[in-house]
């Protein structure tokens, strides 16, 4: 069964303190994975895409690696606006859906 | 600008009652979704469709129906039948399963 889990479920960082999020997939056969920002009552805000293993992608302070098992969303001194919570999905080759992890929710303390 | 807006914001369902959640796109995508979440829950697909007039379902389509009959258009009834109909609904569209855009959610709840 494809399936994706995110790790930690929270994280409370200080303003500054760089962490990492993981996503682990076990999926039939990747064809990209995802990367969303939610916001408290809104719908996710895409982050990225990637399609390939070592492949990474950079977006302000977020930046975004995958290996053949899980990817990371690295922050790198994050500040008190990057509290959300951040999904991750596959989209699985042959098929035109998305599995979502059940995301992680990120606090950042001023 | 180009979007996906959904209505309402807030909605509450009467028991026995259908209540019919309204997407609208201008992206132009072929594509459009909904989803299902519940708190500490991923997105759970409910069902999509890829063409007009066209639509399957997924993973918990019991309870719910759909229409494609505008390309722009994508409207999810929460029929009766859903016993549990209490969530965060939001409406997706992509071109080619790629980068998907999501409305600001509709959100249901049972009186």
């Known amino acids: 069964e494809d399936q994706v889990t995110q790790s930690p479920e929270a994280l409370r960082l200080q303003e500054g303190e760089s962490s990492s999020l993981n996503c682990s997939y076990t999926?039939?056969?990747?064809?990209?994975l995802f990367w969303y920002r939610q916001d408290p009552g809104k719908g996710p805000e895409f982050l990225f895409t990637l399609y390939s293993a070592g492949e990474e992608k950079e977006k302000e302070r977020l930046k975004a690696t995958l290996t053949k098992k899980e990817s990371f969303l690295h922050i790198t001194a994050p500040k008190p606006e990057d509290s959300a919570t951040y999904l991750c999905?596959?989209?699985?080759?042959?098929?035109?859906?998305?599995?979502f992890g059940q995301g992680t929710r990120l606090t950042i303390n001023p | 600008d180009g979007g996906i807006t959904q209505s309402p914001k807030y909605l509450f369902r009467k028991e026995g009652q259908n209540v019919t959640l309204s997407c609208e796109q201008n992206l132009n995508h072929d594509a459009m979704y909904w989803y299902r979440q519940d708190p500490g829950q991923g997105l759970r697909l409910i069902y999509y469709s890829q063409i007009v007039n066209d639509f399957q379902k997924g993973d918990i389509a019991e309870g719910y129906s759909v229409s494609r009959e505008k390309k722009e258009s994508f409207p999810l009834t929460v029929t009766s039948a859903q016993k549990n109909p209490t969530a965060f609904y939001l409406c997706a569209s992509s071109i080619d399963g790629e980068g998907k855009h999501f409305g600001a959610g509709t959100r249901l709840s049972v009186l």
């Open positions: 999905a596959s989209l699985i080759q042959g098929a035109q859906k998305l599995v």
């Open positions: 999926v039939s056969g990747l064809r990209g």
